[in-house]
């Protein structure tokens, strides 16, 4: 009659260390050691080139860039392109537009709402500044001109918002006030030539961005080529502490 085959004895902590010192698991300790100091080198390696691109893409992105390069045939762009700083060369139109309820620093006011026509015949609306309420808006002069600004998308809210009174920076709602086709969005004025404003008026408040600036998609695929190296470092050590618990178990 054959007995049952003798069930295997989980090493003890002592037979575990006495396998590990052998000759044969030290030289794989020093090789597990030397791969992973290799994986996290070119880890980070790797980490620190996502960082680099990530900070050109940003630097390039900031840039500012005439808005006249971004616009396709129909007078649309892409979203890639929201924040980013755009140069405008034209002239300030008669087109205008206060918008209420537009608070600065916890006062109520307006915003100054302009349409703007490039050199190339095109308009878009242009978000000349703040005013506080019951201020008028300054005249501006209608002179060749450079602006800069911030490229954003029309401000959406709910359906049918702008059929009284515009009360959104939407390019449709101020195509149909001002008869008269315009590129999809709008810019945030940043700088301008003072000389355009009346000496004797308000000038108004340049407004921050609501998008942010510079913005670019985050590198994945090199983050997870960083990534994918210290997972390999950790399989390896995995690998390692398996083999040598099963081999002091013989």
């Not at 980070?44 to 990530?54: A, F, G, P, S, V």
């Not at 703040?130 to 450079?146: A, D, F, G, K, V």
């Amino acid at each position: 009659m054959s007995s049952a085959p003798e069930a295997k004895v989980r090493p003890s902590a002592q037979d575990i260390w006495r396998t590990a010192i052998t000759p044969r698991w030290l030289i794989a300790l020093i090789a597990l050691i030397a791969f992973i100091a290799v994986c996290i080198v070119l880890g980070r390696w790797q980490w620190d080139r996502t960082q680099d691109i990530l900070a050109a893409e940003r630097s390039a992105a900031s840039e500012s860039i005439s808005l006249a390069e971004l616009i396709n045939d129909d007078g649309t762009w892409g979203n890639a392109e929201i924040g980013r700083t755009v140069i405008l060369d034209g002239t300030f139109a008669g087109d205008e537009v206060l918008l209420p309820n537009r608070e600065y620093e916890g006062e109520a006011g307006t915003w100054t709402i302009t349409r703007f026509e490039l050199d190339n015949q095109r308009s878009i609306a242009v978000v000349r500044g703040w005013l506080p309420n019951e201020t008028t808006s300054p005249p501006i002069r209608q002179e060749p001109t450079r602006i800069e600004g911030v490229l954003h998308p029309n401000e959406a809210f709910y359906e049918g918002a702008n059929e009284d009174q515009i009360i959104t920076v939407d390019s449709a709602a101020l195509a149909d006030a001002w008869s008269v086709d315009l590129i999809d969005g709008y810019v945030m004025l940043q700088a301008q030539d003072p000389i355009l404003l009346a000496a004797d008026a308000a000038t108004p408040v340049i407004v921050p961005p609501t998008v942010q600036v510079g913005n670019v998609p985050f590198p994945l695929q090199n983050f997870f080529y960083a990534i994918q190296w210290w997972i390999f470092a950790a399989f390896a050590i995995f690998v390692y502490g398996r083999w040598l618990y099963l081999d002091a178990r013989k």
